[in-house]
């Protein structure tokens, strides 16, 4: 769920300096506003020359990269392809989302690929072998990943080792019990229909148009709730104009990408339209963890966290807890994208998610997410994602070679980290310069 411009994403990590100034412009407005829709785009201009860019680098890689390649190559803005963009962007993204809680700690997880890909291969024995429900069988990997999640979380907080060093023993570790399980040339066919829809898939064109009616409906809910919880405890409320902005926003952009996929994109007589299955389950995800990170003590803590531990601590959070709760979300969600990662290929491998973990990395940061942490939002790492498969999507469609993707993705990732340090730096200069 995005923020109205001007709002704070964290706000555990706001300084002394940006609450005396928040005071300030509430004294000097006693209308009940913060200001008018200009003084809030000034502030947001002011915030971002302060070094809090957020998603604006990554809003605006996105927006370079659509027209450079719809320029290049005729195939890049059609139905077809917005669709293929969509599914391709499914696997990627949860995993980034994953990421994202243990990144906002300043902490990593390198097993993640194949924590999702042992959870898989789990699934796939107790499907095809022990003949178990697949719900039951899905329940069961989601377990087993959040243990895992637990196991690193707990050498993590308790013992003390780096997060670097113990998720990098389980990416190999966990390899290994892949292989055991499934055999040096372990390749299972997923035999559940329902598993190989979510990405081959597409709902019905009704459904698609009822998910966007949802999308914008909790996002007009929502902003009225804030409002009118603010009101009755007498704080400052934005202009409704900026709500009636964003929900707008929301309904055309939306609308225009629904009655896209609406349209038949097949190239054969089979018809194929209506929005891919894997964009709601993703979608919903990404809600639910945006509404945990910004409306729970959960999420208030775990921003606390990663802004300053040992602040955090002093203030009575179990810094210990909040660090286990994150990586057992991650593998959690790891899972997640492990399951999308098979329900595309149909199969599982006892190779699985060994190559997209550092991918998911580069898309949490390329979408603004810091890792020095405390900043960051999951959609952030959902924008980070799109825009990487974009870059895959794209030179694949000018028919330039691995080699070459893999050189833009890190550029792009080393441009993206470079610009999170200098904003750092800059936040902070700029900081003490108020104090």
């Known amino acids: ?24 412009q509430h004294t000097s407005i006693p209308t009940g506003h913060e200001g008018s829709v200009r003084d809030q785009f000034d502030a947001y201009l002011q915030r971002v020359r302060g070094g809090e860019m957020g998603m604006l680098p990554a809003l605006a890689a996105l927006v370079i990269i659509t027209l450079v390649f ?33 990144i906002l ?12 890909g042992l959870s898989m291969a789990i699934f796939i024995l107790l499907t095809n072998k022990s003949s178990l429900p697949w719900v039951v069988a899905l329940l069961v990997a989601l ?10 979380g707990f050498f993590v907080a308790k013992v003390g080792i780096p997060s670097f060093v113990i998720t990098l023993g389980l990416f190999l570790g966990l390899q290994g019990l892949n292989l055991v399980l499934l055999g040096n040339a372990g390749a299972y066919r997923i035999q559940t229909p329902a598993i190989v829809a979510i990405m081959n898939k597409s709902m019905p064109v009704w459904a698609g148009w009822l998910m966007l009616l949802i999308m914008v409906g909790l996002s007009l809910g929502t902003g009225m709730y804030d409002r009118a919880r603010r009101a009755a405890a007498g704080m400052a409320v934005r202009p409704m104009s900026l709500l009636w902005a964003r929900v707008g926003a929301l ?5 225009l990408i629904v009655w896209l996929l609406s349209l038949n994109r097949s190239t054969s007589s089979v018809e194929i339209k209506g929005v891919p299955i894997v964009v709601p389950l993703a979608l919903t995800v990404m809600w ?8 729970t003590r959960f999420g208030l803590h775990l921003y606390a966290v990663g802004g300053n531990p040992e602040a955090a601590r002093r203030a009575g959070i179990n810094v210990a807890r909040i660090r286990i709760a994150a990586f057992m979300i991650c593998s959690s969600l790891a899972c997640l994208s492990g399951l999308f990662s098979a329900s595309q290929t149909g199969t599982v491998e006892s190779s699985a998610g060994r190559d997209i973990v550092l991918s998911g990395v580069a898309a949490a940061v390329v979408g603004g997410v810091s890792l020095f942490g405390g900043r960051g939002r999951l959609v952030q790492a959902a924008i ?4 990487i498969s974009m870059i895959t999507n794209g030179l694949g469609l000018l028919g330039q070679s691995a080699g070459i993707t893999l050189l833009v993705t890190g550029g792009v990732l080393i441009l993206a980290a470079t610009v999170d340090a200098l904003s750092r730096r800059r936040s902070g200069s700029t900081s003490l310069a108020r104090g």
Do not use: Y
């Open 1 to 24: 769920m995005s923020t109205e411009p001007g709002h704070s994403s964290n706000p555990s990590t706001n300084t002394a300096a940006a609450t005396a100034t928040a005071a300030a």
């Open 70 to 102: 719809w320029i290049a190559t005729p195939f890049f803005i059609t139905k077809l392809n917005i669709a293929n963009l969509l599914t391709q962007t499914g696997a990627l993204m949860m995993l980034a989302m994953a990421l994202t809680f243990v």
């Open 105 to 116: 700690l300043a902490e990593i997880d390198l097993s993640a690929g194949v924590t999702g």
């Open 143 to 152: 377990v087993c990943a959040a243990s895992i999640g637990l196991f690193i």
């Open 251 to 255: 309904a055309i952009g939306g609308g």
């Open 288 to 295: 639910v963890g945006t509404m945990m990170l910004d409306r």
């Open 384 to 387: 980070g994602a799109l825009l």
